[in-house]
């Protein structure tokens, strides 16, 4: 079993940035993982944001969030980020973390996640 736990979050004014923390724990080992970032705004369904394979040799973005948003990963300390600049107020949601194990998991976390996080709340203001 994986246990995610997010943080990071908060209420932040447009413009600004945050940076999110996913700490994995459990029997595991973090390093075999694709870790996944996804987020939930009231009255919508949860959207993909970012995905990393376990070595960071493949980072995949929704397109809306290129450029604006990085993920990376410390293995040593089985963390992963997902740096936010140049926030808006459409990215107002609660942001959960996901891991996924296996070959192309990087992709298919996208799909079908293996384990969540309990999730972070995001608030950017006008």
């Known amino acids: 079993q994986v246990q995610l736990v997010e943080s990071g979050g908060g209420l932040v004014q447009a413009g600004g940035s945050l940076r999110l923390s996913c700490a994995a724990s459990g029997r595991t080992f973090f390093s075999s993982y694709a870790m996944g970032w996804f987020r939930q705004a009231p009255g919508k369904e949860r959207e993909f944001v970012a995905a990393i394979t376990w070595n960071a040799d493949i980072i995949n973005y929704a397109s809306s969030m290129k450029g604006r948003f990085t993920i990376s990963r410390d293995n040593a300390k089985n963390t992963v980020y997902l740096q936010m600049n140049s926030l808006k107020p459409e990215d107002t949601a609660v942001y959960y973390c996901?891991?996924?194990?296996?070959?192309?998991?990087?992709?298919?976390?996208?799909?079908?996640?293996?384990?969540w996080g309990q999730g972070t709340q995001v608030t950017v203001s006008s």
């Open positions: 996901a891991a996924r194990e296996g070959p192309g998991s990087v992709t298919k976390i996208q799909s079908r996640a293996d384990y």
